[in-house]
């Protein structure tokens, strides 16, 4: 919450206390900025609010509320009661100019925040299979997922950033099997490619790799050459899957294994708990989990009848351990083809006795890429599906990484290539990141100006319009932590860019007749920058200097 807000409200709250002998949390306070300027810089509606439990008119509770309202410590100067009981606010000028000490002196820290008090997070995203490249999806989710987590530490949540490896199971058969039909195809051998295998270059290319390397040491098909070809297909996938995200600028702090979770005995364990409390069965020679009973729509197999296990149990084993390691909030992001599962892991963490409510599941939704309107395909390689680093190479980091969390997560996306490329205010990338250049250039142009030591000449109104909105910026960052919407940031990003150049067209900052007021402007446009930045690093984009 930002200082004037957080003000307004703890004088609301005692006026409440003191108008009616009421208990009126700061929470409870609305605080506005009205749409129309001339009803003040801020209004709120208590009075309103008020009304149901007073059985008053609320232009009376209003006047009583004001009445022992202390405008100065809110840093107010003069109300107005209007309609049906709005109190609109005008503030004091330092009250206003207040945050451009604030962010200057702050820097990049401004924005940062504890609304999270140090709550222990997990958060899950990407976790693609170690089989191949990272498609358009994985883009969304890496995207959303990394400035969630820059969202959440910047807000004081303790936040650690998973990526569960799928390094077991058919999958990572099919991989092995395909390396070494390919390892035996460029030997000049008989091979038998898997029906349900990889048949992308990619394998191809590692498979050839492995044969210069080795020759025909691993040329014979048994187990134990399986194993070699699924170790070397994990570690060649896994190694171009961390340098895309690299180039992505997204990265993890733990790296969790399935197939370490299985050899640590951990999937049996789970079993063991499940089937201690009565919560497995065997049917049909299969077992299957008792998830009706913790709201999921039908029972679940876990092991099926030819022995192996479903992906389910795995699954099971992963999210206790996590739980198991102390988080008080557990955050999966799935694929929307994903989003029948969440109710039986859900029944899964109740079963072994934690709470439900700790694991959180956003689903990403599809992805389409589209120019002037059309759906387009532009995958070069593999024919089949767009990888994150095309894309980058397309339209650049910025844009792909701005385009993927510009709109919330459950809606379906339609990537516009043509406007992430273009150079033109409708590319909300092009126009925040011209803002800041602007910026920076005016910085570039003002080094002999004295430094400001106060601000009480900046009273246009752009430039108060363009204070208040930089003041909102720390609960933007709050709220978007929340609620995981980086979505939210990018809103802020484009109405800070055009509150900036509003206020940049209105009022002269580099003006040699009127030194005093260039450099408390030219302080102001400090702020907005150092703010402006500070929100494009939030979402991982370049905050350039020139364009």
């Known amino acids: 919450m930002n200082q004037i807000e957080s ?33 003040g810089d801020y209004a709120c509606n208590s009075a309103m609010q008020l009304t149901r439990l007073l059985h008053r008119n609320p232009r009376e509770i209003a006047q009583e509320l004001m009445a022992h309202f202390d405008m100065e410590e809110a840093g107010v100067a003069s109300y107005a009661i209007a309609g049906p009981g709005f109190i609109n606010f005008t503030m004091r000028n330092d009250s206003l100019t207040n945050v451009i000490s604030k962010v200057l002196d702050e820097k990049d820290h401004y924005g940062k925040n504890d609304s999270g008090a140090h709550m222990r997070v997990n958060l899950e995203y990407v976790s693609a299979n170690p089989t191949g490249n990272l498609h358009l999806g994985h883009a ?31 999958q990572i058969i099919n991989l092995g099997m395909s390396l070494q039909a390919r390892y035996r195809e460029y030997l000049g051998l008989p091979f038998d490619l898997p029906q349900d295998g990889y048949h992308g270059e990619d394998v191809k290319e590692i498979a050839i790799a492995l044969a210069k390397e080795f020759g025909d040491r691993y040329a014979e098909e048994n187990e134990e050459n399986l194993k070699f070809f699924k ?3 994990i570690a060649f996938e896994l190694a171009k899957i961390r340098k895309d995200l690299d180039y992505y600028r997204v990265s993890f702090d733990v790296w969790s294994s399935e197939q370490a979770i299985r050899d640590a005995g951990k999937v049996e364990d789970a079993l063991k708990v499940l089937e201690e409390k009565g919560l497995t069965y065997e049917k ?23 022995g192996s296990y479903t992906y389910l149990v795995p699954d099971i084993a992963y999210h206790k351990d996590k739980m198991d390691r102390g988080y008080e909030q557990l955050v999966d992001f799935f694929g929307a083809d994903h989003h029948g599962y969440v109710p039986r892991l859900k029944a899964s963490i109740a079963a072994l006795g934690n ?22 395909k532009m995958s070069k390689r593999l024919g089949n599906a767009v990888t994150i680093r095309e894309l980058c190479d397309e339209v650049g980091v910025d844009a792909a990484r701005y385009f993927f969390v510009q709109r919330a997560l459950d809606t ?57 909105y930089i003041n909102e910026f720390t609960s933007v960052v709050s709220e978007a932590a929340k609620l995981r919407a980086p979505n939210k940031v990018c809103n802020y990003i484009q109405k ?25 402007r030219l302080a102001l446009v400090q702020a907005a920058k150092i703010t402006l930045c500070n929100a494009l690093n939030l979402i991982g984009v370049e905050a350039l200097e020139k364009m």
């Not at 049909?284 to 099926?304: C, H, N, P, S, Y």
């Not at 900036?500 to 009127?514: E, G, I, P, R």
Request: proline share 2%; aromatic share 8%.
């Open 7 to 39: 003000g307004l409200k703890q004088a609301m709250s005692k006026a409440a206390k003191q108008a009616f002998d009421l208990d009126f949390n700061e929470d409870q306070v609305i605080i506005e900025i009205p749409k129309d300027k001339s009803h």
């Open 140 to 170: 969304r989710g890496a995207a959303w997922g990394d400035s969630v987590a820059r969202l959440m530490k910047a807000s004081g949540y303790d936040v650690t950033r998973e990526y569960y490896v799928n390094d077991a199971g058919n």
């Open 231 to 233: 170790q070397k297909g």
């Open 284 to 306: 049909e020679g299969a077992l299957w989990f008792a998830t009706i009973q913790f709201g999921d729509d039908k029972d679940r197999v876990l092991r099926k009848t030819d």
């Open 355 to 376: 709470d439900p409510d700790k694991l959180s599941v956003d689903i990403i939704q599809m992805v389409r890429l589209v120019e002037n309107g059309q759906e387009v």
């Open 412 to 468: 379906h996306l339609d990537f516009d290539l043509g406007l992430a490329r273009s150079e033109s205010n409708d590319n909300p990338v092009y126009y925040a990141q011209y803002a800041h250049a602007r910026m920076c250039s005016i910085l570039r142009q003002a080094t002999d100006l004295p430094q400001a030591n106060s601000y009480e000449r900046l009273t246009n109104e752009k430039e108060v319009d363009l204070m208040k």
């Open 496 to 520: 800070l860019a055009q509150k900036f150049h509003s206020f940049y067209n209105a009022c002269k900052v580099l003006d040699d007749s009127d030194v005093e007021l260039s450099a408390q």
